[in-house]
């Protein structure tokens, strides 16, 4: 049975994956890549309940306590990176209209 | 109690696919990272919960700590994200809300 959840967390994390492949912009790959970090960390979990020994879980506490770091220093990156592109986009948005 | 653990850790491995398949289903960027943001930490939790009933208190403890500290975090990443994507790309909703507020703010700063 624990094989399963195993077996169904890494197939979501391959789906996460195939998305951080093909993602149109640079937020989704990063998104996608979060839901692939957090499928890894289910199947950690449930892997060290199929050994039965807790020394796995520690891994699965610092990836919890790491993994949002990548994330907010990537959403700055972006905002810092197109910052004005929307304003912008509102400007070309009035003229069209 | 294995069993029972078993059918809570696939319940929760159920959640993650969902979450998965949400990236590739909806259409606008926020809809994606609402499926992401809000069906994957639950999936975790779920399966926290189904590996804790089989380990024991020794590991329940750091699945605990494990989860608190993904409950505090990820919210605020995928928040963040959010705005990012919401202040760098053209709108592309039907009701946008947080535009007005953000012109007002920029013109109460100039």
Redesign the interface.
Same mark, same amino acid.
């Given at each position: 049975?624990?094989l +399963?959840?195993?077996?169904?967390?890494v197939?979501? *994390?391959a789906?996460?994956t195939?998305?951080l492949l093909l993602g149109p912009?640079l937020?989704?790959r /990063?998104? #996608?890549l979060?839901?692939a970090l957090?499928?890894f960390?289910?199947a950690l979990?449930?892997y060290?309940?199929h050994t039965?020994s807790?020394i796995y879980? /520690?891994a +699965?506490?610092v990836?919890?306590?790491i993994?949002?770091t990548a994330? +907010?220093s990537?959403?700055?990156f972006?905002?810092h990176?197109?910052?004005g592109?929307?304003s912008e986009?509102?400007d @070309?948005?009035e003229a069209s209209s | 109690m294995?069993?029972v653990?078993?059918?809570i850790?696939?319940l929760?491995?159920?959640l993650?696919?969902l979450?998965? +398949?949400g990236? @590739?289903r909806f259409s606008t960027?926020y809809a994606?990272?609402h499926a992401?943001?809000k069906a *994957?930490?639950v999936?975790?939790l779920v399966?926290?919960i189904?590996?804790a009933l089989?380990?024991g208190p $020794?590991?329940a403890v750091?699945?605990a700590? $494990? *989860?608190v500290?993904?409950i505090l975090?990820?919210p605020?990443?995928?928040h963040?994200?959010f705005?990012?994507? @919401?202040?760098? *790309? #053209?709108?592309e909703i039907a009701v946008d809300e947080l535009a007005p507020a953000e012109r007002l703010a920029e013109a109460e700063e100039d």
């Open positions: 049975m624990i +399963v959840a195993i077996a169904l967390f197939t979501a *994390s789906v996460a195939v998305r912009g937020a989704e /990063i998104v #996608a979060d839901v957090i499928c960390m289910g979990a449930c060290s309940a039965g807790t879980l /520690i +699965v506490v990836l919890a306590i993994g949002f994330t +907010v990537a959403a700055r972006l905002q990176e197109r910052s592109a929307r986009a509102l @070309h948005q | 294995n069993i653990a078993g059918i850790m696939c929760g491995g159920a993650a696919i979450a998965a +398949v990236l @590739h960027p994606r990272f992401a943001g *994957s930490p999936a975790f399966a926290a189904g590996a089989a380990l $020794a590991g750091e699945l700590i $494990a *989860s500290a993904m975090t990820l605020t990443g995928v963040l994200m705005r990012a994507v @919401h202040r760098t *790309s #053209a709108p």
